[in-house]
């Protein structure tokens, strides 16, 4: 059975063990979120920060996940390992990076993901790929030389978690299953059947 009292470090442990085992992005989970009547939609984004004050991701604040958070700041993630036979479930409320986070982060990026930034008008319409080519290069060439700042339409989110649940596969559906839910910043430990 999984045993800690310590949820984040387990999901750290997991993530390790997922690096070293899966073969295409470990970090990638599915985000879900909803409008504001309610309607869910989900994705897959890029883990790319968790401490004890949350799940990082970062994306353009114009595309729809971006509008929903904001319309309706809960969200949720599951992470899920098919190499290891096992999920993580993240549930919480959710605010944006400061603006120092997202610079920094930012400035890691390849250049060429830092350009994609600025061409992408995500989740607008798009009349083909020749667009987004003609951007791509419109950007190269006002950046082609020197740093590329973070577009103002560019920042991350942080997902606190109120509930981490942890499913682990074995034989004949005798699955591990705890949950962990954040109670006056304290976290309770309640296993569950498969």
Same mark, same amino acid.
């Given at each position: ?19 070293? /085992? ?17 309607? $869910? ?7 790319? &920060? ?59 990026? $390849? ?34 030389? &020197?740093?590329? $700042?973070?577009?103002?339409?560019? /920042? &991350? ?38």
């Amino acid at each position: 059975m999984i045993s800690t009292n310590d949820p984040i470090g387990l999901f750290k442990e997991w993530l390790a063990e997922a690096e070293q /085992s899966e073969p295409n992005d470990p970090t990638a989970a599915a985000l879900a979120t909803a409008s504001k009547a309610g309607v $869910p939609s989900v994705r897959m984004v890029l883990l790319k &920060g968790v401490d004890e004050q949350g799940f990082v991701f970062y994306t353009n604040l114009d595309s729809r996940k971006s509008v929903e958070i904001l319309e309706n700041p809960i969200a949720a993630l599951c992470f899920h390992w098919k190499s290891l036979r096992r999920q993580v479930r993240v549930e919480g409320s959710v605010t944006p990076v400061s603006a120092e986070t997202a610079d920094a982060y930012f400035a890691t990026r $390849p250049k060429a993901s830092q350009i994609g930034a600025w061409a992408s008008q995500q989740s607008q319409p798009m009349s083909g790929r020749f667009e987004l080519e003609t951007r791509i290069a419109q950007y190269t060439a006002k950046f082609g030389i &020197g740093t590329v $700042p973070r577009p103002d339409f560019w /920042s &991350g989110f942080r997902i606190a978690a109120q509930s981490i649940e942890f499913w682990a596969s074995h034989q004949f559906r005798l699955h591990d299953r705890i949950v962990y839910s954040r109670e006056n910043e304290l976290w309770k430990a309640q296993n569950l059947y498969p």
